[in-house]
């Protein structure tokens, strides 16, 4: 792996030229090789050559979600297909992906990236990655394991599930850097102790760089008394790479965001206005050398804010807070992005069933376990318990399909689920340790 | 062949209390009455005098009821009776959905049998041929 010593701590002036050159080229490519950025800018009245200073990126259009669903599968692409090695892909409400393409320089800054929490974790050479995030379209595994090659780690690429497996490997390799979902570190580490072993003996981790979903700091702490290691929050997006736009350091004290690849504005979400460091707000990121799918001012609807001052690990790259929530309606489940909005889509296609429903998240042995509750209809017949367990199991198999994810379906009775002013609570969130 | 109400219910303290309390204070009179449970729900069949006014009180209510028809077969109360009314129902080569017994006064005991699909119409023909006595509506109101 490169050194990033230097990147990691070069004064933030000098950084902001870097930044500045990355993205007046990063436009001018967008705005000739895209057509939505050649529209959008034309239409707007914005002229992609004119970017004399950073501030300026602020009366630069925006480019949301459906923007880049409404350019599936290639129109996003500012490259020729030949020169794309890897694509990634993330749900979306209507069932159509967002696609997130990779050159060999883009997989190159993606790995390094990564890299940069094994560094945080004060991993090198030494050290044996154990990467549990699941590997395939979404952005977890891959991103580890690139991160892990690049640091120099032995890395293993575990991906998700089979937990009794992961715990052998843990044990017998002696694995000292585990890259996951904080609630499938938890249930590596319920299991393990379940099964008679004691993890802060039997293994030998000394590190966790976890993403995906939100966790507390109580959760935070819970892992690192069971499995006596240090835990790094990492964030990052489909849309703008995957994990590695920001990792936490030692310090534990806001996440760093890659600032040599990634240029953070924090926006009031109502008015679009960018808002002074220290506040808190929704991230919009521009990507400085992305060469597949840059993305100018991409909304990732996620809050936080921008942590004023420097870190006192003495990098010199901006950190955001902790994510604390979303300004839309998605539901991050077993680290898939869910909308209500799809479940909606599948239920309207049961005339058994009325169209309250309510989606309810718990946890179970620290997995995210959801359980749709939808109200019985009166032309349904019910008589036979067979019918009613046929029913569940259908809705449950075309949600599966539709959210690859597994969703417990229960009839309830009309009018239990709860109506404020008429309006359905369509989700209750009663999991531990996000919040 | 008798119309039979079926409620479904959650498993919660009280919601059978309060379907039988509904039932009562409209003045629905019950015959019999059975559950079938799981974790989640229970299916709850009641045999009473007035099914369609029963599904409109508890409907009103906030239940969710509906109707079904099934047989209700009038047996001697002896050892035997039973058995000797399933095996006719076998030969016709007809599958039970589910059952239940209730004893009506003195000598005589009522089955409710749900056969599977269109075939009760037909077992009612056969086992009127082979002399069993059928429940009407007009029996239980």
Redesign the interface.
């Known amino acids: 792996m490169a050194d990033h010593h230097d990147v990691l701590t070069m004064p933030h002036d000098q950084l902001e030229e870097l930044q500045l050159a990355g993205i007046q080229k990063t436009l001018v490519d967008c705005y000739e090789r895209v057509e939505f950025y050649h529209k959008l800018y034309d239409e707007a009245g914005f002229n992609p050559y004119s970017l004399t200073s950073l501030a300026d990126l602020q009366h630069v259009p925006f480019t949301t979600k459906q923007d880049l669903r409404d350019n599936y599968p290639y129109g996003m692409f500012a490259v020729p297909k030949s020169d794309v090695r890897e694509i990634h892909m993330s749900s979306g409400t209507t069932g159509i992906a967002t696609v997130g393409a990779y050159t060999e320089h883009d997989l190159e800054i993606w790995g390094d990236c990564f890299a940069r929490g094994i560094q945080f974790a004060r991993g090198g050479v030494d050290d044996i990655c154990h990467v549990c995030y699941g590997y395939g379209l979404f952005t977890g595994g891959l991103g580890a394991h690139y991160g892990g090659i690049a640091a120099g780690c032995m890395t293993i690429p575990m991906s998700a599930g089979n937990t009794e497996r992961q715990i052998r490997v843990l044990r017998e390799m002696g694995s000292t850097i585990i890259c996951c979902t904080p609630s499938y570190a938890m249930h590596i580490a319920d299991t393990a102790i379940a099964m008679g072993l004691d993890p802060t003996r039997d293994f030998k981790l000394r590190a966790g760089i976890h993403g995906a979903e939100a966790f507390s700091d109580n959760f935070r702490r819970e892992l690192e008394h069971k499995l006596n290691y240090h835990v790094l929050d990492v964030y990052g997006l489909t849309e703008t790479m995957g994990p590695g736009v920001a990792i936490e350091c030692w310090e534990q004290d806001g996440l760093h965001l890659a600032e040599d690849h990634f240029y953070a504005e924090i926006i009031d979400p109502e008015t679009g206005k960018v808002l002074p460091d220290g506040e808190w707000g929704e991230l919009v990121l521009t990507t400085v050398d992305r060469q597949a799918t840059p993305v100018v001012r991409y909304r990732t609807r996620d809050i936080t804010r921008i942590i004023p001052g420097e870190c006192a690990c003495g990098r010199t790259h901006r950190r955001i807070d902790r994510l604390q929530g979303r300004t839309d309606d998605m539901l991050i489940i077993r680290g898939v992005n869910v909308f209500p909005s799809q479940i909606e889509d599948v239920m309207k296609t049961f005339p058994q069933v009325a169209s309250w429903y309510q989606i309810e998240l718990t946890r179970k042995a620290h997995l995210d376990v959801v359980t749709l509750k939808v ?2 209809n ?1 032309d ?7 019918a ?1 367990e046929a029913l569940q199991r259908d809705i449950a198999g075309r949600l599966k399909t539709a959210l690859s994810v597994g969703i417990q379906v ?7 689920i709860a109506r404020s002013e008429g309006k359905a609570k369509r989700v209750v969130d009663l999991r531990e340790g996000v919040h | 062949m008798i119309e ?1 109400l ?1 409620v ?3 498993n919660s303290e009280g ?1 059978l209390a309060a379907l039988t309390r509904a039932l009562a204070n409209d003045d629905v009179n019950m015959t019999a009455l059975t559950i ?1 449970e ?1 974790s ?2 229970g ?1 709850v ?1 009641i045999i009473c005098n007035d099914v369609n006014h029963a599904i409109d009180v508890l ?1 009103r209510e ?3 009821a ?1 109707k ?1 028809k099934v047989l209700a077969v009038e047996l001697p109360n002896r050892p035997g009776a039973l058995a000797d009314l399933l095996e006719v129902i076998s030969e016709l080569d007809v599958n039970i ?2 059952g239940y017994c209730f004893s009506a006064a003195g000598e005589m005991a009522v089955d409710v049998l ?1 056969l599977s699909g269109n075939e009760q119409t037909v077992a009612v023909a056969s086992l009127r041929r082979a002399g069993y006595h059928l429940l009407t509506p007009e029996d239980v109101m």
């Open positions: 109200e019985v009166p349904f017949d019910f008589d036979q318990i067979r009613i229960r009839l309830v009775e009309p009018k239990t | 039979q079926t479904f219910l959650e919601r079938a799981t989640d729900y299916l069949r409907e906030g239940f969710r509906t079904t959905e589910y749900k």
